[in-house]
């Protein structure tokens, strides 16, 4: 059991029985990508499925709470790992929001639509996604990627946390000292993600911060704010709903206000939540906040 489990490449996050996310790496060009697929946890009550889609340095293991919740909800979570992040090979330096090659891979936007494929038929549980609606949440660097998909029209709803449409110049640690914008040490740190001095057992970061700085992946960053500017131009169809989760005015890796401006401008049908003392991993905040926030988003499924 133990050498066909090691073959598969697959690992069950400890959870109860009914809710396991399941780890596979998937070819991907002339690399893999590491993919997970969080089942709902009564086939009887599914739902369909959801793509999420992380941020930067982030990993599909860092995830399980907001996951869990989904799947007690009936919903099954499609997610999976940029190129050099968590367990996907490759580098950062390699990845792009939107490339000048629509069907370039190197782009999150194809990937995204490439995970959501790749398990659209495959029947796990009893059901698969083929009739689901495409529903995508997406945190920071994903949230900048899963607005690009409403406005597209290729999603049917998004939710959307600390998205990064008008991302700070200085992130993480280097918004309160520039030096360390020069690559000395780590840029982005848990304690500038979340509140929560989340320790041993208790922790939902499993897999540590890669890259842990901008200066690691200065291609990929670079195309991350262009791609942030293109997008504060888009438009999204009424047809297209979403829910928006923004954090304080702390939030040292987007810029709250101008958030709400451009959303209230180019895509004034949805709805904002804004919580005045969160810091940016808002899924993963002090429980009242995240809490509300997993409750928020499966009413949000519910209704759309």
């Not at 959801?50 to 860092?62: C, E, K, P, T, Y």
């Not at 607005?147 to 029209?153: K, T």
């Not at 499993?206 to 704010?225: E, G, H, R, T, Y």
């Not at 009424?238 to 401008?265: C, M, P, Q, W």
Request: glycine share 6%; net charge positive; proline share 4%.
């Amino acid at each position: 059991m133990k050498k066909l489990i090691s073959t598969l490449l697959i690992t069950l996050i400890a959870q109860p029985a009914f809710s396991a996310l399941i780890l596979k790496n998937e070819p991907y060009g002339h690399i893999s990508l590491r993919t997970g697929v969080y089942l709902e946890q009564n086939s009887s009550q599914f739902k369909g499925c959801v793509l999420f889609l992380q941020g930067l340095g982030d990993s599909i293991r860092n995830h399980d709470p907001l996951f869990l919740s989904l799947s007690r909800a009936g919903y099954r979570t499609i997610t999976f790992d940029y190129l050099g992040q968590g367990g996907s090979e490759g580098s950062m330096n390699q990845t792009r929001v939107i490339d000048s090659r629509l069907s370039s891979q190197r782009s999150i936007l194809y990937q995204a639509t490439w995970a959501w494929n790749l398990f659209s038929h495959k029947t796990m549980n009893g059901h698969n996604c083929s009739t689901s609606k495409k529903r995508v949440i997406g945190w920071s660097t994903g949230g900048l990627a899963a607005y690009i998909l409403a406005a597209d029209q290729w999603a049917d709803s998004v939710v959307l946390i600390a998205p990064g449409l008008h991302i700070k110049p200085f992130v993480g640690e280097a918004s309160s000292n520039w030096l360390k914008m020069n690559g000395v040490s780590e840029t982005i740190t848990l304690e500038t993600l979340t509140h929560v001095p989340y320790r041993g057992a208790q922790d939902p970061h499993k897999d540590p911060i890669k890259p842990n700085s901008p200066a690691k992946a200065p291609l990929f960053a670079l195309n991350l704010l262009s791609s942030s500017i293109v997008a504060q131009k888009l438009n999204v169809p009424a047809s297209v709903h979403g829910l928006v989760f923004l954090s304080g005015v702390n939030d040292t890796y987007v810029a709250r206000n101008k958030t709400i401006e451009t959303i209230k401008k180019n895509a004034n049908h949805f709805e904002i939540v804004a919580y005045k003392n969160a810091l940016h991993e808002i899924d993963n905040e002090i429980e009242p906040i995240a809490k509300h926030l997993r409750e928020s988003t499966i009413d949000f499924l519910e209704r759309h």
